[in-house]
């Protein structure tokens, strides 16, 4: 033993090695897994079975709902009554059957329902060229969702009378078709606007700054409800009294100011996110702001925010709901008007109703934000190293 | 020799492409532009006005209302009350929900966002299926089920769902026990406060007696007692004296109706439901991020110096987590709060619904009504966010 300098006395180091410890039973296999995951200790097992209690309430009852005690056919409410059918009815998918069409088009004439139906193929077509990241001249797709598609989309659902195609009024449009015009267009009306107004947020130019700023929070700051009220109630008094707009148009315009806004912060984020040095990249080839921004800093900073950009449209595509609240006929509004229909008043009919809508929003939403997931990854696969 | 090089100090632009004289035109035009459209709408908002014979001004508010709301925290009556009182009525109920709203949505989204990360498999599934779905349909197809579907389903008065503790549950809303003050029952709150006050003095010099010596106080305890104990002996000895300071008062069931109690209408009981419910799946998703934003040697740390799992989470992890968590939070109560607006789908009597709704249709007042309603809600989001951009501040990490 050698004599060293004396230093403090480690008493909380252990003197003796532990006596090693069996080995796990069961290191692999299902029961292994469940032992880790499910019944590590007496407070896991008991969330373990809080959530299957949880589970067991929920499931079968769902189950038996929707699936098992459903009424897939018929004609009218004796369908879905129990006291008709002498068991217990689930949901009424019956009801859902008959009225698709209504759900789908409202009062859309039946004879001009094919518009509809290309107009539906062209936003399709449109939103798959944008979101496959591997497409073939992107440019010329957002050139075709953001220009040409518009134009096309509004001369097929309002009517061109020129080309023979009748006018059909907004009044008579209803359903997903309206829900998925006002997103369309908050859509492709909010991503332009919002880019301009998140440069205007970033301009040197105090002015420019202060108007960008004041109009974004103001927006940022309401409930989008006293927006479609005041889209609704003001705007027809903000203009010359000889000229009305269309009672589609006002929760239109609404609707894409309010998410042009929230939009504009995303890009804000996405501008951020670039290094001063490619702007001074950019202005040092001789570029002007307008070049530099068009050729270097958006493309970059739009293709950091796409994630951002995809959940906006989450958030606007079910706010579109809300348009109901101002008496458009939109899906939602066509489901409260089905529901009264008397040739279909039984008990199931409203809940099958709301659980048809919330499938379809469902789908919607859930299916983009799995795409901003996968843009995320992929776009992080060039940080990973 | 002809001179060739160029003159002395800066180069002579013209003044087309001076970047200050056209930033300055670009400006006035922009303000021009501003300007052009605020005097089109203001003129032509006077000129309809003025055809339409609606007199402009704040004056409609001292005019009586004529209209009943169903659930009014201040007194409120049709034949008396004004438009003005409307408006507070509604201003009142839409901040009611919202505080409310609030303090379920958290609870119930920190659960569910620690659920999501728990180890225990089955947990963690459940929640993230909570989130995805709740998160994945519009709120207000969520309100409507409750309110339509849910509630309306419920049974009759006459055989409510009774729950323990006197609740009970029917189509007409939900009914609980009320509490009622008595006059020197002002001696319990006093005493709540004198015992909040000792505790965060007793906290104080807890720090200080630490920060000095090392030694450790039990904070948590003593405090708790004095909160909760304070308030339970002034109540105690209240009784004693003989003068009970609240009695609650039961909801009876009658042969047709529940009598008595606080009766929460199913429009109330509907929103506060759904929003939290909503608003719970986006914070719970905050939190979660926020907990993953802490690097894991930060545990790893906290535990290798002897912290266990309990304290590593409340004095490691959670600090770092909060400064992540804050302003996303903030944001989700602001959504919440404006979300209340979506009342006025199922009739619940909030801002938007009386005053945006009945009182506009009434007195035609447009501008002023939106103008009032918006201000509103623009102030509850300037002050929200002004008060927790402070806290944040306060947690937020400090760096040279």
């Known amino acids: ?385 | 020799m002809p001179n060739t090089s160029p003159a002395s100090g800066p180069p002579r632009v013209s003044p087309l492409n001076d970047p200050k004289v056209r930033g300055a035109a670009y400006q006035i035009l922009l303000l021009l532009g501003i300007g052009l459209v605020a005097w089109m709408a203001i003129s032509n908002a006077a000129e309809n006005l003025r055809n339409a014979r609606i007199a402009s001004g704040f004056g409609f508010l001292g005019n009586t209302a004529g209209f009943d709301v169903s659930q009014a925290l201040v007194p409120f009556a049709a034949a008396t009350s004004t438009y003005g009182a409307a408006f507070v009525v509604g201003l009142l109920n839409t901040l009611l929900v919202a505080v409310i709203g609030i303090a379920v949505a958290t609870v119930l989204g920190f659960l569910i966002g620690v659920a999501r990360l728990s180890p225990n498999w089955m947990l963690a599934k459940l929640a993230t299926v909570y989130v995805e779905v709740v998160r994945n349909i519009p709120l207000l197809l969520q309100l409507l089920f409750w309110y339509v579907a849910v509630l309306a389903a419920l049974p009759g008065a006459r055989d409510s769902l009774a729950f323990p503790g006197s609740v009970f549950l029917n189509q007409r809303g939900l009914y609980v026990p009320k509490p009622i003050l008595a006059a020197d029952a002002w001696a319990i709150p006093a005493a709540f406060g004198i015992g909040v006050a000792a505790a965060l003095a007793y906290r104080f010099r807890a720090r200080r007696e630490q920060a000095r010596t090392g030694r450790q106080a039990p904070v948590g305890l003593v405090g708790l007692a004095l909160v909760l104990g304070l308030p339970l002996l002034a109540w105690a000895g209240l009784a004693l004296a003989g003068l009970s300071p609240v009695t609650v008062e039961l909801p009876v069931k009658g042969t047709f109706n529940l009598r008595g109690g606080l009766q929460l209408f199913p429009e109330f009981v509907a929103l506060v439901l759904g929003l939290s419910i909503y608003t719970a799946a986006f914070i719970a998703e905050v939190v979660r991020s926020g907990i993953q934003a802490v690097a894991k040697g930060q545990t790893e740390a906290a535990r290798a110096l002897g912290l266990r799992p309990g304290p590593t989470l409340r004095l490691v992890v959670i600090p770092q987590a909060m400064r992540v968590i804050v302003p996303p939070l903030t944001s989700q109560y602001l959504n919440l709060t404006k979300n209340s607006s979506l009342a006025v789908a199922i009739g619940y009597p909030d801002l938007v619904q009386v005053f945006m709704g009945t009182v506009l249709n009434q007195t035609g007042q447009a501008v002023e009504v939106v103008a009032i309603t918006m201000a509103v809600y623009l102030t509850i989001s300037l002050v929200t966010a002004t008060g927790m951009n402070l806290y944040n501040r306060r947690v937020a990490l400090i760096e040279r």
Do not use: H
């Open chain 1, 1 to 385: 033993m050698t004599a060293g300098p004396q230093t403090l006395p480690l008493s909380y180091i252990r003197r003796e090695p532990i006596p090693p410890a069996p080995a796990p039973a069961l290191v692999s296999g299902p029961l292994a897994w469940a032992r880790a995951n499910l019944f590590s200790s007496p407070v896991n097992t008991a969330l373990t079975l809080l959530a299957l209690v949880i589970v067991v309430l929920v499931v079968p009852p769902l189950l038996r709902f929707l699936v098992l005690d459903a009424v897939f056919t018929g004609e009218n409410r004796d369908a879905c009554r129990p006291e008709v059918l002498g068991r217990p009815v689930g949901a009424c998918w019956a009801f859902v059957a008959q009225k698709i069409n209504y759900f789908v088009y409202g009062s859309y004439p039946i004879e001009a329902r094919w518009r509809v139906n290309v107009f539906f193929a062209m936003a399709a077509l449109g939103v798959g060229w944008l979101l496959w990241l591997d497409a073939p001249r992107r440019d010329l797709g957002a050139a075709y969702f953001f220009v040409v598609f518009p134009l096309a989309a509004y001369a097929l659902l309002s009517g061109f009378p020129l080309v023979g195609i009748e006018t059909v009024p907004t009044s008579l449009w209803g359903g997903m078709l309206v829900t998925i015009v006002v997103s369309l267009v908050g859509i492709v009306a909010s991503l332009p606007l919002g880019i301009l107004l998140a440069l205007g947020r970033r301009s040197r130019l105090p002015i420019v700054r202060l108007a960008c700023v004041i109009f974004i929070e103001f927006w940022r700051g309401v409930p989008l409800i006293t927006v479609l009220f005041m889209a609704n109630v003001m705007l027809p008094l903000f203009l010359p009294g000889d000229i009305t707009v269309d009672r589609l148009l006002r929760p239109l315009i609404g609707v894409a100011l309010f998410s042009a806004a929230y939009m504009a912060e995303v890009v804000r984020g996405g501008l951020q996110a670039i290094p001063k040095g490619q702007t001074e990249g950019a202005n040092s080839l001789g570029l002007s702001y307008w070049q530099g921004m068009r050729l270097v800093i958006l493309p970059q900073a739009l293709r950091i925010v796409i994630p951002g950009i995809v959940n906006s449209f989450i958030a606007l595509f079910k706010d579109t709901t809300l348009v109901s609240i101002v008496g458009i006929f939109d899906f939602i509004r066509t489901i409260e008007s089905a529901r009264i229909d008397p040739n279909w008043a039984a008990p199931t009919v409203v809940t099958t109703g709301y659980a048809f809508a919330a499938l379809f929003y469902f789908v919607f939403c859930f299916g983009m934000s799995r795409y901003a997931l996968f843009v995320e990854r992929r776009l992080a696969a060039g940080q990973t190293r």
